[in-house]
């Protein structure tokens, strides 16, 4: 075989050597490269599985639904006055509740370095809303408890579901906003894919 196999002309040659390349079976070694190749790429989008790990998408649902009963209290509240609708407490509030709860949809079906950090923000400019409202909404009750009128405790009631309803959702928001921020975390991590090719002979 050594012998026909010099005999051939180069041309030749290089034929017979790319029919032996197509017919020998794929090595363990080649193997060996795909999988580390694939468990590169895998690596690289590692940390946006924190995120996602936290299921956004329910959670925002959950938060999204809690906005919109935010934004519906508020509107016989705005009636009434003499609550937090005086300061349209449940109408920016509830529309941040509502944005939270649209980008944590969006961001677990298109999942981003990008879209993370603007639901990381998001979280955290919602939390300070909270804040805001748990330092008057407070004041507000003391002052409608003093009156015995069934308007005041009507208001009086709803003011207090929109309390709990702030309260319910802030360690949903706290959560999210820290697998957020543990996906963006290893920001500096990389995705090498090599891609060697065959020695010329």
């Known amino acids: 075989m050594e012998t026909d196999f010099l005999s051939l002309s180069p041309h030749s040659r290089r034929e017979h050597r790319s029919e032996q390349k ?15 190749s694939r468990e590169t790429v895998v690596g690289g989008q590692k940390p946006l599985h924190r995120f996602l790990k936290g299921e956004p998408k329910c959670l925002g649902i959950a938060v999204l639904f809690f906005g919109c009963g935010e934004m519906l209290l508020g509107i016989p509240l705005a009636t009434v006055g003499h609550s937090s609708a005086d300061l349209y407490i449940p109408f920016w509030l509830g529309a941040l509740f509502v944005i939270s709860g649209n980008l944590s949809i969006y961001t677990e079906v298109h999942p981003s370095k990008k879209m993370v950090t603007v639901c ?10 909270i804040f805001v409202s748990l330092c008057n909404r407070p004041y ?12 005041s405790g009507q208001i009086l009631a709803a003011e207090s579901v ?9 360690p949903i928001l706290i959560f999210l906003a820290s697998c957020a921020r543990a996906a963006l975390r290893s920001t500096k991590t990389q995705v090498i894919v090599q891609q060697r090719l065959p020695s010329r002979e």
């Open 140 to 151: 507000i009750m003391a002052r409608l408890d003093d009156s015995t009128s069934l308007l």
């Open 22 to 36: 197509m017919m020998d079976p794929p090595t363990e070694t080649s193997r060996d490269e795909e999988l580390k």
């Open 162 to 170: 929109l309390l709990t309803l702030s309260l319910c959702i802030s």
């Open 120 to 129: 990381l923000s998001m979280y955290v400019v919602t939390l300070l809303g």
